[in-house]
């Protein structure tokens, strides 16, 4: 079975586009949250997830263009997005998108949630202290995480090491007896100076997971952004990958 993870698409539906079709054919899909916020197209990237994606978790910015996080826990340009974002949802993409949870066990095997398991919503999941701690707190095997915007993996072995990895793109893994966070890296904001969109691609079958990166036409999203008179600093910072 092979299975597209994506995560932190923020409303960037060309960086989506461009993923699923570098994805090719896949039997599932699994969102790990902050599907809106930021970008242009907030009611477009929600009907994708909703035709394509068979899990899917909610993120901070989800419920702040929900109303239903403090903004003022937001800098002032996330604030105006994620304003802009849920002014913009049909009624029918907000009932899609309202009652999603955080975190999700979906089997014995593996585990899904935004930002780690310790604090689901608000947790950057970046060092190797964080994840030991957070390793204690789910009980499958392999946890994928998003919200850091930073395609990477901790690997704990069986004498509690914890290992830090930032793979290259393309790079394939293979899952063994040990347990993993895995982050398949935003969609349409990355946040490691690799301005291309990330994914991954989860295969059931051969038991690995392989990490994708693909360029998308940043042009045309930072101008759907202008066209929607977003903050000029979440417009230039989509160049950079930061």
């Known amino acids: 079975m092979r299975i597209v993870i994506v995560s932190d698409i923020h409303s960037n539906l060309v960086a989506l586009e461009t993923v699923l079709a570098a994805a090719g054919s896949y039997d599932a899909l699994w969102c790990l949250g902050d599907t809106i916020g930021y970008g242009p197209r907030p009611n477009e990237c929600i009907a994708l997830m909703r035709q394509h994606a068979s899990i899917a978790i909610t993120g901070n910015h989800d419920l702040a263009c929900l109303d239903k996080l403090d903004l003022s826990d937001f800098n002032p340009d996330a604030r105006r ?96 007896t040990t347990r993993f966070f895995l982050n398949p890296g935003s969609v349409g904001q990355p946040r490691d100076q690799d301005a291309r969109a990330a994914y991954a691609m989860l295969d059931t079958d051969t038991n690995t997971v392989r990490f994708q990166r693909v360029a998308y036409d940043i042009g045309k999203t930072q101008q759907q952004m202008q066209e929607a008179q977003l903050p000029l600093a979440l417009i230039r910072r989509l160049e950079f990958g930061m």
């Open 81 to 176: 997005a994620n304003i802009w974002n849920g002014q913009q949802l049909s009624a029918e993409n907000r009932a899609w998108i309202e009652p999603l949870p955080a975190l999700v066990r979906i089997d014995d095997r593996y585990t899904v949630v935004h930002g780690s398991p310790r604090e689901p919503v608000w947790e950057y999941l970046l060092m190797p202290d964080q994840a030991r701690i957070n390793f204690a707190l789910f009980d499958t095997q392999i946890c994928f995480v998003g919200h850091s915007h930073v395609q990477l993996g901790f690997e704990i072995d069986h004498s509690a090491r914890v290992r830090r990895f930032l793979p290259e793109s393309g790079q394939t893994l293979e899952l063994q």
